[in-house]
């Protein structure tokens, strides 16, 4: 089996590669000419060099391809100016010229990587009324703190350009699906572990604690899922999934205290106890986009979308994926752990 891989460079993208070469698969990769190349160190793979925004080059490159993996993304949660256009261009355009081309080569199947951002999610506030409102007896509303491929959702609810970039690109896969491209989604959580070269902005959190540059912490939550085991549910999504279908690759529901404290608890740092309330930390991600971002030109460490996504809390179910995948939820420690000694070992901190 060919497989045809984009964003095999990047954090997630390198382990899918990776699970992909274990299995015995043929890999050829999509790189730019400006691509750091670290990420494919010791994998057996045919490179080509192209821009996913150049469709005649990826009709090109997936001539003679079995499947095809579409992992890359401009996943950044803060973009200057005229920049959110080419996120748009990337995430949008680019995944609707990829599967454009897989259907002129007749590709066997495409597993798009969407995300977990374009789920349905509640905020913090409302999950708290639900909890208490609900007294067990009876039905469960389906709206809940805990988000599924069928909790309500609409563009509206996207906050920010990456999230509205990739809630618009699987529209574009699941229409495609529907013109009868073989095409199945696979919504990852929060991937942690090993090789996240930017970092990711959650690989961040790793960072900045091993930095001790948190000194507090606001009320959320995030599913954090290990990279590794990821990689692998997208294989079974290669192999089982249904056209059209979504799936949430999903690990462990976590609070960021919760998050903290076991990287407490993995490095004996101290783990921060003050909570900053929303309205502080809002005012912090204003000034910090406005200095940082606007008058350095450097990515502010905290950033107004990120404080406004943190008012929910991003929690999900993998029930569909275990159903039908075979996906199974395993704990993180483990990655969290391969992640810390990854920052450490290269440099980061």
């Avoid at 950044?76 to 680019?94: A, F, P, Q």
């Avoid at 563009?155 to 699906?177: C, N, P, W």
Wanted: hydrophobic share 40%.
């Amino acid at each position: 089996m060919l497989a045809f891989i984009t964003g095999a460079t990047g954090f997630l993208g390198s382990h899918v590669a990776r699970v992909l070469a274990e299995q015995g698969a043929e890999l050829r990769l999509l790189v730019r000419p400006s691509s750091d190349l670290r990420n494919l160190d010791g994998l057996n793979a045919d490179r080509v060099v192209g821009d996913l925004r150049d469709a005649a080059s990826i009709e090109k490159a997936l001539s003679g391809c079995d499947v095809v993996f579409h992992v890359a993304a401009d996943y950044r949660l803060w973009v200057r100016g005229r920049d959110s256009n080419e996120m748009y261009r990337s995430n949008v355009e680019g995944t609707r010229s990829l599967l454009e081309a897989a259907r002129k080569q007749r590709v066997r199947r495409v597993v798009y990587t969407s995300s977990v951002a374009t789920m349905g999610f509640v905020s913090n506030h409302a999950a708290a009324e639900l909890r208490s409102a609900w007294t067990g007896e009876g039905a469960r509303p389906h709206t809940n703190a805990v988000a599924d491929e069928e909790s309500p959702v609409s563009l509206g609810d996207m906050i920010g350009h990456y999230k509205r970039s990739k809630f618009m690109a699987e529209q574009v896969a699941i229409e495609t699906a529907r013109s009868g491209v073989d095409v199945v989604i696979v919504n990852p959580t929060t991937p942690i572990g090993e090789r996240d070269i930017k970092p990711t902005p959650t690989g961040r959190i790793v960072v900045d604690f091993l930095k001790r540059k948190f000194p507090a912490y606001v009320e959320t939550g995030l599913n954090l899922v290990d990279a590794t085991e990821c990689a692998r549910g997208h294989v079974q999504a290669l192999e089982k999934g249904r056209s059209g279908e979504r799936y949430i690759l999903g690990g462990e529901n976590l609070t960021l205290k919760q998050i903290l404290d076991r990287l407490a608890a993995i490095t004996g740092l101290p783990s921060p106890t003050v909570k900053l309330p929303y309205i502080f930390a809002l005012a912090a991600g204003v000034v910090d986009e406005m200095v940082t971002g606007r008058l350095l030109g450097r990515e502010p460490r905290a950033t107004i979308d990120e404080v406004r996504m943190a008012r929910k809390m991003m929690f999900v179910s993998s029930a569909k994926a275990e159903r039908e995948l075979g996906w199974r939820t395993v704990p993180v420690d483990g990655a969290l752990r391969r992640s810390v000694e990854w920052f450490r070992g290269n440099g980061y901190v």
